[in-house]
């Protein structure tokens, strides 16, 4: 079973990353997982401050960053005790995105978390291109933290296509949130449905088809539950007809969901090149939290 080791959390010291922060203490408190609260001094930031007052001496730098580490260090005293974990501190300057990216990779980390909203940089996390570039340049999990971490997950909506990554999604998804109930999900439509439609084929016919592509989801989600060796108890097999985006989000309101585990792609040729486009949908339209899986590169091509 995937487990979670090392977990780097990427904050702006903003009320709202407080959110992600809390997260990643609770989730290394539940999984054991080694915990680093890492914080970017944006070069952005200081370029502009270059402008304003001609010159920024490595004296004012240094004062950010002592103060950025005195911050942090209090997160880390009070969140710890409360969640039975620990962190570790990371302070960076340079470009966010690719200073998150590399501390990622030099940590060796199994996740990292971010929050939805913030100031600066991770306030724009979400919006055009910035989730995308990051998503797209890493190969680790990505959780975007949106709501304030109450308690541990407890019901968790894990969306599959049978691609490749789908046995990563739900073992991630199983790892992040050990205790919760999970929803294993696959929403479906008929190829050229709307065409066959308009074609005149026949209703009784579509519905026939449609009644077996139910069938055939539920037993593959019965094998996919085996093949991960997820408890029967603990997990359960859901299909429905429509749109991926618009069920995928409908479900996460009507199950009550408050995390949403799905893959970075789908199957289509096109989805390989870009962040795949129901998971773009989910990342802006969710209520809940959503963790982001890359398909694991061994797998890629199979």
């Known amino acids: 079973m995937t487990q979670i080791k090392r977990i780097l959390a990427a904050t702006d010291l903003s009320a709202p990353a407080r959110h992600a922060v809390t997260r990643a203490f609770r989730i290394a408190g539940e999984t054991g997982a080694e915990l680093t609260l890492l914080h ?152 050229f449905e709307a065409k066959l439609r308009y074609a005149g084929v026949e209703e009784e016919t579509l519905n026939r088809y449609l009644i077996a592509a139910r069938r055939d989801a539920l037993a593959r989600l019965q094998d996919l539950s085996a093949e991960v060796g997820l408890d029967v108890g603990r997990v359960r097999q859901h299909v429905e007809h429509g749109d991926a985006s618009r069920v995928i989000l409908a479900q996460e309101q009507e199950l009550d969901c408050d995390l949403i585990v799905m893959g970075k792609h789908g199957q289509g040729m096109m989805e390989e090149l870009l962040l795949g486009s129901v998971t773009k949908h989910v990342l802006a339209e969710s209520v809940g939290d959503v963790l982001v899986v890359n398909q694991p590169p061994a797998e890629k091509g199979s």
Request: contains cysteine.
């Open 40 to 191: 970017v001094l944006n070069q952005g930031g200081l370029e502009q401050l270059r402008r304003l007052l001609g010159t920024v001496s490595a004296g004012v730098e240094q004062r950010l960053m002592d103060e950025a580490r005195e911050r942090l260090a209090m997160l880390t005293a009070e969140l710890g005790p409360l969640h039975g974990s620990s962190a570790g501190i990371a302070l960076a300057s340079g470009r966010v995105l690719s200073a998150i990216l590399d501390q990622a990779d030099a940590r060796g980390a199994d996740l990292i978390v971010v929050g939805a909203r913030g100031e600066g940089y991770l306030g724009r996390l979400l919006i055009g291109t910035t989730s995308e570039r990051l998503l797209r340049r890493t190969l680790r999990p990505m959780l975007v933290v949106k709501q304030t971490p109450h308690e541990a997950y407890r019901r968790v909506l894990v969306p599959v296509d049978f691609s490749a990554c789908s046995t990563q999604v739900l073992r991630l998804a199983r790892a992040v949130a050990p205790g919760a109930e999970l929803i294993l999900f696959h929403a479906f439509e008929a190829p």
